[in-house]
């Protein structure tokens, strides 16, 4: 129940100070019919975020502060890609980075990417391991949203770190 609470607590801010015990981020993934493409948003940390960055060598970004490095984006837009891949119908597409904002409890920051698709899918696999490199305790929630019967739900932490849907 503790453990319930926390979660919750972590993404409505309601946590005390800017250090968070809980290892964990959110990928939504949906599909736009409108546009034939799939809408990626996730839910990041801004701490875990920037001590990802660091260790791949890129230090003092200060995210979301008015002291933002120039190319924080294309390193955030770089570990993304490095670290959450999406297949449809077993062949990896092309994400395009859009940008970031910061959450409203100020702690985290919202990723969006967007993957236009030629074809409706057959079946979709996602890959992520944000942070797996960081903490034994990582967890990444995943949810896949097609429509309203082909939906998938996942938490995905070291040993697991792909969930997919069928389809059609």
Known sequence: MNYIILLISSFLGIQSGSIH???LSR????FNPSSNSFEVTIHLFIDDLEYALAEDGFDNLMLCTDKEDVEADTYIGHYLSEHLKILVDNNQVNM???GKEESDDLQAVWCYIEIPLKEQPEMVTVELDFFNELYEDQKNILQINFDETN?????????????????R
């Open 96 to 98: 395009t980075y859009l």
């Open 21 to 23: 015990d809980l290892h």
């Open 151 to 167: 939906k998938g739900y996942f938490l995905l932490n070291s040993q697991k770190t792909s969930g997919s849907i069928n389809i």
């Open 27 to 30: 990928t939504d993934l949906a």
